[in-house]
């Protein structure tokens, strides 16, 4: 039994002590900003005598943005390649640190979940988290669920490759955290075409559907659903009554708009027909 416990709990994640530690020190070695590849190459022992493995980029990004457990071995060599030791209090189990997460996380002024012992901690190496998102809109996706635990900055990410890519509209549509308060996707629309685009809406709903279709058809507009978790069952699928946002979303994922959604979630959207990239 003792076994089986210790694999369960290999995994290890930064705390908020060893997560500005390590920030601070890439914030000194590279000023002009960095890449993963780059904070990689560092871990390199043929490069850097003092690490002990390489750390791959996709490693690089799962330790810094706390998305998942990593080998201590792995977050070891990344301290020790910025001249950094790894003490007992930088790392957590994976359980123990979800478990913090979720009793510390607060909303701050703008709505963004933030957490509150790091200031602006967001995702590391946004822009390349940017050239990411353009990879997967590159190759066709209308919509892209940026899925991961509260406190990683989701919506400033989403926020920040809206405002730097050039949309002419951003729509934005905060999901209540409260089932019984999330809003029927028929007001959604409705609200979308009165307010942001000059539209009396009509009075059926699958006419609500075509009128904002041929809106998304001819302006780039950037759509953001943010914290969609509430809406969603244990299966990723929308709980009734709101099973009509699936023709929402259909309505963003066809390949004839201009649009890009970006979804922002703590879970997976598993909607069978709703073709969807996660990142």
């Not at 890449?35 to 990689?40: G, L, R």
């Not at 990004?61 to 030791?85: H, P, Q």
């Not at 609500?208 to 509430?230: A, F, H, S, Y």
Request: hydrophobic share 40%; aromatic share 6%.
């Amino acid at each position: 039994m003792t076994q089986h416990k210790a694999r369960r709990d290999r995994g290890r994640i930064l705390t908020d002590k060893g997560w500005k530690k390590i920030y601070d020190a890439i914030k000194e070695k590279f000023p002009d900003g960095h890449t993963f590849q780059a904070i990689s190459d560092l871990t390199d022992p043929a490069i850097h005598q003092e690490s002990v493995y390489s750390v791959s980029c996709d490693t690089v990004s799962n330790i810094l943005n706390r998305r998942a457990g990593a080998d201590k071995v792995r977050i070891e060599s990344l301290f020790r390649a910025f001249g950094l030791n790894l003490d007992a209090n930088d790392h957590a189990s994976v359980k123990t640190h979800t478990l913090l997460m979720s009793n510390s996380d607060f909303v701050d002024a703008e709505g963004a979940i933030a957490h509150p012992s790091v200031p602006n901690q967001n995702f590391v190496g946004r822009e390349e988290a940017i050239a990411r998102l353009n990879t997967h809109i590159n190759q066709g996706a209308k919509i892209i669920v940026i899925q991961a635990a509260g406190g990683v900055g989701k919506t400033k990410l989403a926020e920040e490759y809206f405002n730097s890519q050039g949309f002419e509209l951003v729509i934005h549509l905060p999901m209540a955290k409260e089932k019984e308060n999330i809003q029927l996707v028929e007001s959604v629309i409705e609200g979308w075409l009165k307010q942001d685009f000059d539209e009396e809406p009509g009075r059926e709903f699958w006419e609500m559907l075509r009128r904002l279709k041929r809106q998304l058809q001819t302006r780039k507009i950037g759509v953001l659903i943010d914290n969609l978790e509430p809406a969603l069952d244990g299966q990723g699928r929308f709980i009734e009554p709101h099973g009509r946002y699936v023709e929402l979303l259909r309505v963003l994922a066809d390949a004839n708009v201009l649009s890009v959604t970006l979804i922002t979630s703590r879970d997976r959207l598993c909607e069978p027909d709703i073709n969807v990239a996660h990142y």
